[in-house]
């Protein structure tokens, strides 16, 4: 993924109603902006445009279905979403640890 995929994903990802959003399909096996606007505290309307977001960065796909479009959760992509935040969050957590060892490090001097 390049770095402005990985922005458009962070962004995705980043807002509580997607990611509940993306737990539904899941759990569900999919749904319509229909089906998802009676489970989320939003409209029709705006699960329809978060619907477009997470379809942009491909963690969902859709197919017609009658007169609405049914989404589905890609699974590959989601799969590399999770790995590339998993990373992301390793890097912080070694960067923690040396901020970790250095306030120790200055702590310690400043007790002796």
Do not use: F
């Amino acid at each position: 993924m390049n770095a402005v995929i990985d922005d458009e994903l962070w962004s995705a990802v980043g807002d509580p109603i997607r990611r509940r959003m993306l737990d539904l399909l899941l759990t569900e096996g999919g749904g319509t902006a229909t089906t998802l606007s009676g489970r989320l505290p939003v409209t029709r309307q705006a699960v329809a445009k978060h619907l477009g977001v997470l379809d942009r960065v491909g963690l969902v796909h859709a197919t017609p279905s009658g007169r609405e479009r049914r989404y589905e959760v890609d699974e590959a992509q989601l799969a590399r979403a999770v790995a590339q935040l998993s990373s992301v969050g390793a890097a912080w957590d070694a960067r923690l640890s040396r901020i970790k060892r250095i306030a120790e490090a200055i702590h310690r001097s400043q007790e002796g």
